[in-house]
Protein backbone atom coordinates (compact mmCIF):
# COMPACT_ATOMS: atom_id res chain seq x y z
CA UNK A 1 0.00 0.00 0.00
CA UNK A 2 0.97 3.71 -0.58
CA UNK A 3 1.80 6.00 2.74
CA UNK A 4 -0.61 8.03 2.73
CA UNK A 5 1.35 10.10 5.63
CA UNK A 6 3.08 13.12 4.62
CA UNK A 7 6.45 12.38 6.81
CA UNK A 8 10.11 12.14 5.43
CA UNK A 9 11.10 9.11 4.17
CA UNK A 10 14.82 8.16 3.07
CA UNK A 11 15.51 6.29 -0.07
CA UNK A 12 18.94 4.93 -0.35
CA UNK A 13 19.85 3.42 -3.99
CA UNK A 14 23.17 1.59 -4.65
CA UNK A 15 24.58 -1.53 -7.17
CA UNK A 16 22.42 -4.43 -6.25
CA UNK A 17 20.06 -2.86 -3.04
CA UNK A 18 17.53 -0.26 -2.63
CA UNK A 19 16.64 0.71 1.31
CA UNK A 20 14.10 2.94 2.30
CA UNK A 21 14.08 4.51 6.19
CA UNK A 22 11.18 5.90 7.80
CA UNK A 23 9.76 6.69 11.11
CA UNK A 24 5.76 6.41 12.09
CA UNK A 25 4.85 7.45 15.76
CA UNK A 26 7.89 5.48 18.03
CA UNK A 27 8.28 3.10 15.13
CA UNK A 28 11.01 3.19 13.07
CA UNK A 29 11.15 0.99 9.88
CA UNK A 30 14.49 0.38 7.58
CA UNK A 31 13.29 -2.03 4.28
CA UNK A 32 15.81 -3.29 2.43
CA UNK A 33 15.52 -4.94 -1.05
CA UNK A 34 17.66 -7.29 -3.12
CA UNK A 35 17.45 -10.11 -5.06
CA UNK A 36 19.37 -13.45 -4.33
CA UNK A 37 22.40 -13.52 -6.50
CA UNK A 38 22.24 -16.89 -7.75
CA UNK A 39 18.47 -18.23 -7.80
CA UNK A 40 15.48 -15.91 -8.73
CA UNK A 41 14.29 -14.58 -5.41
CA UNK A 42 13.93 -11.10 -4.42
CA UNK A 43 14.88 -10.76 -0.45
CA UNK A 44 13.26 -8.12 1.22
CA UNK A 45 14.47 -7.47 5.08
CA UNK A 46 12.37 -5.32 6.87
CA UNK A 47 13.77 -4.35 10.35
CA UNK A 48 11.31 -2.66 12.52
CA UNK A 49 12.07 -0.90 16.55
CA UNK A 50 10.08 0.76 18.74
CA UNK A 51 11.35 3.95 20.22
CA UNK A 52 8.79 4.49 22.58
CA UNK A 53 7.83 3.50 26.44
CA UNK A 54 4.95 1.59 25.22
CA UNK A 55 4.22 -1.48 23.35
CA UNK A 56 3.40 -0.83 19.86
CA UNK A 57 1.12 -3.50 18.09
CA UNK A 58 1.58 -3.43 14.17
CA UNK A 59 -0.08 -5.33 10.96
CA UNK A 60 2.34 -6.39 8.56
CA UNK A 61 1.46 -6.79 5.07
CA UNK A 62 2.75 -8.44 2.10
CA UNK A 63 0.97 -7.59 -1.17
CA UNK A 64 1.98 -8.68 -4.53
CA UNK A 65 0.07 -8.80 -7.93
CA UNK A 66 0.82 -11.89 -10.01
CA UNK A 67 1.11 -11.39 -13.30
CA UNK A 68 3.36 -14.62 -14.92
CA UNK A 69 2.82 -13.56 -18.75
CA UNK A 70 2.98 -10.09 -20.52
CA UNK A 71 -0.07 -8.40 -19.43
CA UNK A 72 -1.68 -9.14 -16.22
CA UNK A 73 -5.05 -8.26 -17.67
CA UNK A 74 -4.86 -10.79 -19.88
CA UNK A 75 -3.69 -13.72 -17.38
CA UNK A 76 -5.03 -12.89 -14.15
CA UNK A 77 -7.93 -15.71 -15.47
CA UNK A 78 -5.25 -18.42 -15.83
CA UNK A 79 -3.52 -17.99 -12.90
CA UNK A 80 -4.37 -20.68 -10.32
CA UNK A 81 -3.28 -20.07 -6.73
CA UNK A 82 -2.63 -22.61 -3.51
CA UNK A 83 -1.30 -21.90 0.04
CA UNK A 84 1.42 -24.25 1.12
CA UNK A 85 0.94 -25.35 4.36
CA UNK A 86 4.00 -26.40 4.49
CA UNK A 87 6.16 -23.53 4.59
CA UNK A 88 2.92 -20.74 4.63
CA UNK A 89 3.41 -19.49 1.27
CA UNK A 90 1.07 -18.52 -1.59
CA UNK A 91 1.88 -20.35 -4.57
CA UNK A 92 0.76 -19.42 -8.28
CA UNK A 93 0.60 -21.19 -11.71
CA UNK A 94 0.14 -20.43 -14.90
CA UNK A 95 -0.10 -23.26 -17.09
CA UNK A 96 -1.42 -22.03 -19.99
CA UNK A 97 1.62 -19.62 -20.58
CA UNK A 98 4.47 -21.92 -22.28
CA UNK A 99 7.32 -19.58 -20.90
CA UNK A 100 5.64 -20.21 -17.09
CA UNK A 101 3.65 -23.74 -17.56
CA UNK A 102 6.58 -25.60 -15.65
CA UNK A 103 6.87 -22.64 -12.85
CA UNK A 104 5.73 -22.03 -9.40
CA UNK A 105 5.75 -18.58 -7.92
CA UNK A 106 6.20 -17.95 -4.57
CA UNK A 107 5.40 -15.33 -2.04
CA UNK A 108 6.44 -16.03 1.61
CA UNK A 109 6.85 -13.90 4.83
CA UNK A 110 9.22 -14.75 8.28
CA UNK A 111 6.25 -14.41 10.34
CA UNK A 112 3.75 -16.30 11.61
CA UNK A 113 0.56 -15.52 9.59
CA UNK A 114 -2.12 -14.09 11.08
CA UNK A 115 -4.39 -14.17 7.97
CA UNK A 116 -3.97 -14.42 3.75
CA UNK A 117 -5.98 -14.36 0.36
CA UNK A 118 -4.96 -14.86 -3.58
CA UNK A 119 -8.22 -12.75 -4.18
CA UNK A 120 -7.10 -8.81 -5.61
CA UNK A 121 -10.72 -7.40 -5.45
CA UNK A 122 -11.09 -8.50 -1.64
CA UNK A 123 -7.79 -6.71 -0.72
CA UNK A 124 -8.86 -4.24 -2.25
CA UNK A 125 -12.22 -3.77 -1.61
CA UNK A 126 -14.98 -2.68 -4.00
CA UNK A 127 -14.77 0.70 -4.65
CA UNK A 128 -11.26 0.66 -3.13
CA UNK A 129 -7.75 1.25 -4.32
CA UNK A 130 -4.43 0.62 -3.50
CA UNK A 131 -3.63 4.12 -0.95
CA UNK A 132 -6.25 2.32 1.15
CA UNK A 133 -6.89 -1.09 0.80
CA UNK A 134 -9.88 -2.56 2.57
CA UNK A 135 -7.28 -5.24 3.95
CA UNK A 136 -5.25 -3.33 5.75
CA UNK A 137 -5.68 -2.04 8.77
CA UNK A 138 -5.68 -3.76 12.67
CA UNK A 139 -9.27 -4.69 12.36
CA UNK A 140 -8.59 -5.92 8.94
CA UNK A 141 -8.93 -9.92 8.51
CA UNK A 142 -8.26 -11.64 5.24
CA UNK A 143 -10.74 -14.59 3.76
CA UNK A 144 -8.01 -17.06 2.84
CA UNK A 145 -9.50 -17.01 -0.91
CA UNK A 146 -7.49 -19.24 -2.96
CA UNK A 147 -7.60 -21.53 -6.35
CA UNK A 148 -8.77 -19.90 -9.90
CA UNK A 149 -11.08 -18.09 -11.93
CA UNK A 150 -10.20 -14.51 -9.24
CA UNK A 151 -8.27 -11.66 -9.79
CA UNK A 152 -5.07 -12.81 -8.59
CA UNK A 153 -2.77 -11.62 -5.84
CA UNK A 154 -1.00 -12.31 -2.55
CA UNK A 155 -1.71 -10.93 0.17
CA UNK A 156 -0.14 -11.78 3.61
CA UNK A 157 -0.51 -10.45 7.07
CA UNK A 158 0.84 -11.11 10.12
CA UNK A 159 0.80 -9.37 13.69
CA UNK A 160 3.44 -8.03 15.44
CA UNK A 161 4.04 -6.64 18.84
CA UNK A 162 6.94 -4.58 19.64
CA UNK A 163 7.95 -3.88 23.11
CA UNK A 164 9.70 -0.85 24.34
CA UNK A 165 13.57 -0.74 22.61
CA UNK A 166 12.60 -3.77 20.79
CA UNK A 167 13.86 -4.02 17.23
CA UNK A 168 12.56 -7.18 14.63
CA UNK A 169 13.65 -8.07 11.64
CA UNK A 170 11.46 -9.62 8.84
CA UNK A 171 12.49 -11.50 5.88
CA UNK A 172 9.71 -11.45 2.80
CA UNK A 173 10.64 -13.45 -0.46
CA UNK A 174 9.52 -13.29 -4.10
CA UNK A 175 10.32 -15.80 -5.82
CA UNK A 176 9.74 -18.58 -8.85
CA UNK A 177 10.74 -22.35 -8.94
CA UNK A 178 10.48 -25.31 -11.10
CA UNK A 179 7.54 -26.80 -9.13
CA UNK A 180 6.45 -26.66 -5.09
CA UNK A 181 9.85 -28.68 -3.87
CA UNK A 182 11.93 -26.40 -5.27
CA UNK A 183 10.28 -23.65 -4.02
CA UNK A 184 10.16 -24.75 -0.67
CA UNK A 185 13.79 -25.51 -0.58
CA UNK A 186 14.14 -21.75 -1.83
CA UNK A 187 12.06 -20.57 1.07
CA UNK A 188 14.33 -22.61 3.26
CA UNK A 189 17.34 -21.81 1.60
CA UNK A 190 16.89 -17.81 1.66
CA UNK A 191 14.17 -17.57 4.74
CA UNK A 192 16.43 -17.43 7.58
CA UNK A 193 17.57 -13.89 8.82
CA UNK A 194 21.11 -14.29 8.66
CA UNK A 195 20.43 -16.18 5.47
CA UNK A 196 18.85 -13.32 3.61
CA UNK A 197 21.47 -11.21 5.00
CA UNK A 198 24.36 -13.23 3.60
CA UNK A 199 22.64 -13.18 0.30
CA UNK A 200 21.87 -9.29 0.20
CA UNK A 201 25.69 -8.92 1.33
CA UNK A 202 26.82 -11.27 -1.67
CA UNK A 203 24.73 -9.76 -4.45
CA UNK A 204 25.89 -6.33 -3.42
CA UNK A 205 29.98 -7.42 -3.49
CA UNK A 206 28.78 -9.08 -6.61
CA UNK A 207 28.00 -5.53 -8.24
CA UNK A 208 31.19 -4.09 -6.34
CA UNK A 209 33.77 -6.73 -8.53
CA UNK A 210 31.41 -5.49 -12.03
CA UNK A 211 31.95 -2.18 -11.48
CA UNK A 212 35.42 -1.97 -10.03
CA UNK A 213 36.92 -4.44 -13.06
CA UNK A 214 38.10 -1.04 -14.85
CA UNK A 215 39.36 1.77 -13.15
Not at 62 to 90: C, K, N, P, Y
Not at 179 to 208: H, Q, V
Request: hydrophobic share 45%; proline share 3%.
Amino acid sequence: AIASDASEYTVTHGAGFTTFRHRHGTVVSELTMSVAPDAPVKITRLRLTNRGKASASLVLTSFVEWALGVMREHTQHQIVTAFDRETGAIFASNYFDASFADRVAFSWVSEPLASYTSDRREFIGRNGDLRDPDGVGLGASLAETLGAAIDPCAALQSKIALSPNETREIVVLLGAARGPDEARALIRRFGGRAAAAGAIDATIADWARRLTTIT
